[in-house]
C-alpha cells in the first residue's frame, strides 16, 4: 500500500503559477510512476500528466503541454506539478496519484483513471479571473 498527500493549492490569479506537492509512504521506497488528475463538481476525474520512475519520461494532457511540469525526487518520496500561466479553466480539485506496476507513461497507461492504484486527498487549486 502506498499513501498520497497532496498540499500546495490554493487561490491564485490567471496568469500566475502554483507549486502542488505529493508525499509519498508506504511499503516501496518509491513508487512507479506518478502522477495528476484534476476534477471539477459535475465532471469526470481528468487526466493532466504522468511521470516515469525515473523521472526519465513524462506525458501531459494538450491542455496543459507548455504550462505544467511534473517533478519526482525519489529519494524525498515527492512529486511536484509546477503550474504556470494558470487560467480559470484549470480551477479543480487536483490528485496525486501513483501506479503499482512499471509500465510506460502515456495514453495508454497513464490516461485511464483506472490504469492508476493509489490515490491522494485531493487538493483544491482555484483560479480567479
Known amino acids: 500500500q502506498v499513501q498520497l498527500v497532496e498540499s500546495g493549492g490554493g487561490l491564485v490569479q490567471a496568469g500566475g503559477s502554483l507549486r502542488l506537492s505529493c508525499a509519498a509512504s508506504?511499503?516501496?521506497?518509491?513508487?512507479?510512476?506518478m502522477g495528476w488528475f484534476r476534477q471539477v463538481p459535475g465532471k469526470e476525474r481528468d487526466f493532466v500528466t504522468a511521470?516515469?520512475?525515473?523521472?526519465?519520461?513524462?506525458y501531459y494532457a494538450d491542455s496543459v503541454k507548455g504550462r505544467f511540469t511534473i517533478s519526482r525526487d525519489n529519494a524525498q518520496k515527492m512529486m511536484y506539478l509546477q503550474m504556470n500561466s494558470l487560467k480559470p479553466e484549470d480551477t479543480a480539485v487536483y490528485y496525486c496519484?501513483?501506479?503499482?506496476?512499471?509500465?510506460?507513461?502515456?495514453?495508454?497507461?497513464?490516461?485511464?483513471?483506472?490504469?492508476?492504484?493509489?490515490w491522494g486527498q485531493g487538493t483544491q487549486v482555484t483560479v480567479s479571473s
Open positions: 508506504g511499503r516501496t521506497a518509491s513508487p512507479a510512476a
Open positions: 496519484a501513483a501506479q503499482r506496476n512499471y509500465v510506460p507513461v502515456g495514453q495508454k497507461n497513464s490516461v485511464p483513471v483506472a490504469a492508476w492504484d493509489y
Open positions: 511521470i516515469s520512475w525515473t523521472g526519465a519520461s513524462a
